[in-house]
């Protein structure tokens, strides 16, 4: 997807695929990134309520953490609820890091 590509840059490794099926919801925004590993491009539902729903704020989330904590779809986007913070970043357990 073009998106993807755009948004991720050169952190995007091609060819690499989840281990389990994804719906073909999450599958359309499955990426797996140098740094990331095993990702989804999300918007942080925080970003999405404030209006912030423009590609620069799609972010690479595991994919584990997208399964365990839920997401939403809008507009045909993923919007997933998760607290982020300027100086540490998003609040993922380390158990949910995939490489």
Not at 24 to 43: E, N
């Amino acid at each position: 997807m073009e998106v993807i590509e755009r948004v991720v840059g050169f952190r995007l490794v091609e060819a690499v695929r989840y281990s389990s099926p994804l719906s073909p919801t999450l599958a359309a925004w499955y990426c797996y990134t140098m740094d990331g590993g095993h990702s989804i491009l999300c918007f942080l539902r925080q970003d999405w309520r404030s209006g912030r729903n423009t590609e620069d704020y799609l972010t690479p989330v595991p994919v584990k953490t997208v399964l365990r904590h839920g997401f939403e779809i809008e507009e045909n986007y993923i919007v997933v609820n998760l607290d982020f913070d300027k100086s540490s970043g998003l609040d993922i357990p380390d158990s949910d890091e995939e490489f």
